[in-house]
């Protein structure tokens, strides 16, 4: 029971980071109706970044989380003015094209630049002890950050001016337009608000899983996954899916070998699309 506990703590707080992974994907979607496969080379950069920086500068990683935030933000902001905005209208192939060459882009680049040699960032803030549980401290504290992460992301979307133009683009953009929101500068924004989430995302990861440039793309998976459970275009659904994912990673591998899990994962996956699309928190448009 001991180990069973342990393993749901340990697996709750890994959820708190995919939470903050998934928000980044189903804001892009209910805002905008894109699906962003760009998202796990994203946070593949956010991972490196954090790993450059703490490399080049000695700083503190989650001092260098905030730059890969901001750097984050201005990245999603380019690749929907350059990749996104002449297709936002079209149908979703086009959307989903456009995302997906933004993928391999990231990816050729990563792949001539660091190669796919695993990276670690050599950080350690030591273990946290509750009797018979013993907790890593950088996760415990990347659990904390992702926790701020998304109150942080709730009182923008529900007490500022920028976040009721997100909503309200999101809900009908052409209403908006006529009340004087300039949606195109909020879906860049949006776009850029996704973006800085999975770059947060891959610093935080970053600082207890070693990495490589296509590491991404499992974590852009489990999105897809929290996403769904969470209900797609519901940020703060995302984060409950995030928890739910999070624990079953760690309990399924107490039960059955450890290559069960994608398996259970992706099974869950397409019973939430069969008995609840909408997902288990509700869709928002």
């Given at each position: 029971?001991?180990?069973?506990?342990?393993?749901?703590?340990?697996?709750?707080?890994?959820?708190?980071?995919?939470?903050?992974?998934?928000?980044?994907?189903?804001?892009?979607?209910?805002?905008?109706?894109?699906?962003?496969?760009?998202?796990?080379?994203?946070?593949?950069?956010?991972?490196?970044?954090?790993?450059?920086?703490?490399?080049?500068?000695?700083?503190?990683?989650?001092?260098?989380?905030?730059?890969?935030?901001?750097?984050?933000?201005?990245?999603?902001?380019?690749?929907?003015?350059?990749?996104?905005?002449?297709?936002?209208?079209?149908?979703?192939?086009?959307?989903?094209?456009?995302?997906?060459?933004?993928?391999?882009?990231?990816?050729?680049?990563?792949?001539?630049?660091?190669?796919?040699?695993?990276?670690?960032?050599?950080?350690?803030?030591?273990?946290?002890?509750?009797?018979?549980?013993?907790?890593?401290?950088?996760?415990?504290?990347?659990?904390?950050?992702?926790?701020?992460?998304?109150?942080?992301?709730?009182?923008?979307?529900?007490?500022?001016?920028?976040?009721?133009?997100?909503?309200?683009?999101?809900?009908?953009?052409?209403?908006?337009?006529?009340?004087?929101?300039?949606?195109?500068?909020?879906?860049?924004?949006?776009?850029?608000?996704?973006?800085?989430?999975?770059?947060?995302?891959?610093?935080?990861?970053?600082?207890?899983?070693?990495?490589?440039?296509?590491?991404?793309?499992?974590?852009?998976?489990?999105?897809?996954?929290?996403?769904?459970?969470?209900?797609?275009?519901?940020?703060?659904?995302?984060?409950?899916?995030?928890?739910?994912?999070?624990?079953?990673?760690?309990?399924?591998?107490?039960?059955?070998?450890?290559?069960?899990?994608?398996?259970?994962?992706f099974l869950l996956f397409v019973l939430i699309l069969l008995v609840r699309p909408q997902g288990l928190f509700g869709?928002?448009?």
């Amino acid at each position: 029971m001991d180990f069973i506990l342990a393993s749901v703590i340990d697996g709750l707080l890994l959820g708190f980071v995919y939470g903050v992974a998934a928000m980044g994907l189903t804001l892009i979607w209910g805002v905008m109706n894109v699906i962003n496969l760009s998202h796990g080379p994203i946070i593949a950069l956010g991972m490196f970044g954090v790993y450059l920086i703490f490399g080049a500068f000695s700083l503190n990683p989650y001092v260098a989380i905030l730059i890969v935030a901001v750097l984050g933000l201005v990245l999603g902001v380019a690749i929907y003015y350059v990749a996104v905005q002449r297709v936002i209208n079209a149908p979703h192939l086009s959307t989903l094209l456009a995302t997906f060459s933004v993928n391999m882009i990231i990816i050729g680049l990563g792949t001539a630049i660091f190669s796919a040699s695993p990276r670690n960032v050599e950080f350690s803030l030591g273990s946290l002890t509750l009797g018979p549980i013993t907790l890593l401290g950088t996760r415990v504290v990347a659990a904390f950050a992702a926790m701020l992460v998304a109150g942080a992301l709730y009182l923008f979307l529900y007490r500022t001016r920028y976040g009721r133009y997100i909503r309200a683009v999101a809900n009908n953009r052409d209403a908006a337009e006529l009340m004087g929101v300039p949606s195109n500068r909020i879906l860049a924004l949006s776009f850029g608000l996704g973006t800085m989430l999975a770059a947060i995302a891959g610093g935080l990861i970053a600082t207890f899983f070693p990495f490589t440039i296509l590491a991404g793309g499992a974590y852009e998976l489990k999105s897809f996954v929290i996403g769904v459970l969470g209900g797609l275009g519901n940020p703060i659904g995302a984060l409950f899916g995030g928890l739910i994912l999070g624990v079953l990673e760690g309990i399924i591998p107490t039960f059955m070998p450890t290559t069960w899990v994608p398996v259970v994962e992706f099974l869950l996956f397409v019973l939430i699309l069969l008995v609840r699309p909408q997902g288990l928190f509700g869709a928002k448009s």
